[in-house]
């Protein structure tokens, strides 16, 4: 029996969710702060998300991630505006500066990215590139008609 949107999207987070435990685990430049890596990890790679989500995401409790988002943004990483549609939660994301420390530290975990893609072979790593670039296409054209 075929999986559920719903069913589809949330082994898409678990598996993400999964990824970054194993890349902090099994890197020490990660683990030391890994609370502010694995929140930059996960927002470079879902995007704005809302602040309930990325605590769901995360693990941790919602005043947790507060604290953490509240240093986050002091250094200039993160931005968090009300939620569109929800005026009870927010909605957080990285800044050009964010983007940048994700991208360094996420050079510093690469090993990680190898042991995920291991699991595919190379017909279906290349269809798993042209699916998640078809969804990230999605989602940057209903972000610019939402603008």
Request: glycine share 10%; with cysteine.
């Amino acid at each position: 029996m075929p999986m559920s949107d719903q069913e589809l999207v949330e082994l898409f987070h678990d598996v993400a969710r999964i990824s970054h435990q194993r890349e902090v685990r099994n890197n020490d430049a990660l683990a030391h702060g890994s609370g502010q890596s694995r929140c930059l990890l996960t927002l470079s790679g879902l995007g704005p998300v809302s602040q309930r989500r990325l605590a769901a995401i995360l693990g941790i409790r919602s005043a947790s991630l507060s604290e953490l988002l509240g240093k986050m943004e002091t250094r200039g990483w993160v931005v968090r505006t009300p939620h569109p549609g929800d005026g009870r939660t927010y909605m957080v994301a990285l800044t050009e500066e964010g983007k940048a420390e994700a991208m360094r530290r996420r050079s510093a975990g690469d090993g990680a990215s190898g042991e995920l893609l291991a699991a595919l072979s190379e017909g279906q790593r290349e269809q798993f590139g042209e699916i998640l670039a078809a969804i990230k296409r999605h989602y940057l054209e209903l972000d610019s008609r939402e603008r």
